[in-house]
């Protein structure tokens, strides 16, 4: 079992960024992680994903944009999200195996 806190999210302009960060209650040197988003009206979807070796994929939408990364030594996976569009918007979750974050709303808005 492992929990999972999300952290970072916010109000920015279009063109701005924001760092998330998700900690984990345990060690997740072995663990793929994954962050994923949830707008309203809309199914959940992955964003972005690190495995436990480093190998990263991203959602074609935010390629180029978002960058992924892991601290194994503090528990921590961060997203990085720059060039912030309004469809950005939404609920960003930490996923590591089934178990899942409370979520961190993020709102690109003018």
């Known amino acids: 079992q492992v929990q999972l806190v999300e952290s970072g999210g916010g109000l920015v302009q279009p063109g701005g960024s924001l760092r998330l960060s998700c900690a984990a209650s345990?060690?997740?040197?072995?663990?793929?992680m994954g962050w994923y988003r949830q707008a309203p009206g809309e199914e959940r979807e992955l964003v972005a994903e690190?495995?436990?070796?480093?190998?990263?994929n991203y959602a074609d939408s935010v390629k180029g944009r978002f960058t992924i990364s892991r601290d194994n030594v503090k528990n921590l996976v961060y997203l990085q999200m720059n060039s912030l569009k309004p469809e950005d918007t939404a609920v960003y979750y930490c996923?590591?195996?089934?178990?899942w974050g409370q979520g961190t709303q993020v709102t690109v808005s003018s």
């Open positions: 996923r590591a195996f089934n178990y």
């Open positions: 345990r060690s997740i040197f072995s663990i793929n």
């Open positions: 690190i495995s436990s070796n480093g190998n990263r």
